[in-house]
T-cell receptor, first 112, second 117 residues
Framework: DAMVIQNPRYQVTQFGKPVTLSCSQTLNHNVMYWYQQKSSQAPKLLFHYYDKDFNNEADTPDNFQSRRPNTSFCFLDIRSPGLGDAAMYLC???????????FGQGTRLTVV | AQKVTQAQTEISVVEKEDVTLDCVYETRDTTYYLFWYKQPPSGELVFLIRRNSFDEQNEISGRYSWNFQKSTSSFNFTITASQVVDSAVYFCALSGFMNTGFQKLVFGTGTRLLVSP
């Protein structure tokens, strides 16, 4: 059974139109991460939550926001998507320190 | 700063061949973790192995084996008798610790492995 679920798998949005990607987990992990992976590139961390504490990477654009209403769910909001934001967005969770991160299947975002 | 280099962009082999994927890393941390993940066409990153910086023992799991050499900052991955289902992008990653105490994965650029019948 999937432990980290991302919806939708594919999302098409218009240039400048806000879009929200969702992630849920059944692992009860404290930490949830959002990574951005552009075509043929490595995943890049955007931000992470430790419980409700939000931690932004220094180079994450202001256009990207996140919400975590409870342990199980985390959302990625892109306020005004540009063509350069087209990518695979990967959600991951982490439990106790030093364990591996568990990834969802990703949401592939297309901006038209 | 931490960095992971996977110099091989793409490797093509024929089924049953052995193949080694190279990974070289840079870090100033004395304690760190190294990972390999597999990314099949479906997109998710599948965890394969974690190795901490104090454990240089090589590991074998079925057809997979890993060679960690701290002296050369390398963590190479070998698939023995490759199969078509091994076709995927493989990422090597290094963990650093964020101010929350939890790890941040820094990924290499990945190696695409194509195994043909």
């Amino acid at each position: 059974d999937a432990m980290v679920i991302q919806n939708p798998r594919y999302q098409v949005t218009q240039f400048g139109k806000p879009v929200t990607l969702s992630c849920s987990q059944t692992l009860n992990h404290n930490v949830m991460y959002w990574y951005q992976q552009k075509s043929s590139q490595a995943p890049k961390l955007l931000f992470h939550y430790y419980d409700k504490d939000f931690n932004n990477e220094a180079d994450t654009p202001d256009n990207f926001q996140s919400r975590r209403p409870n342990t199980s769910f985390c959302f990625l909001d892109i306020r005004s998507p540009g063509l350069g934001d087209a990518a695979m967005y990967l959600c991951a969770t982490g439990g106790e320190m030093n364990t591996e991160a568990f990834f969802g299947q990703g949401t592939r975002l297309t901006v038209v | 700063a931490q960095k992971v280099t996977q110099a091989q962009t793409e490797i093509s082999v024929v089924e049953k061949e052995d193949v080694t994927l190279d990974c070289v890393y840079e870090t100033r941390d004395t304690t760190y973790y190294l990972f390999w993940y597999k990314q099949p066409p479906s997109g998710e990153l599948v965890f394969l192995i974690r190795r901490n910086s104090f454990d240089e023992q090589n590991e074998i799991s079925g057809r997979y084996s890993w060679n960690f050499q701290k002296s050369t900052s390398s963590f190479n991955f070998t698939i023995t008798a490759s199969q078509v289902v091994d076709s995927a992008v493989y990422f090597c990653a290094l963990s650093g610790f964020m101010n929350t105490g939890f790890q941040k994965l820094v990924f290499g650029t990945g190696t695409r492995l194509l195994v043909s019948p």
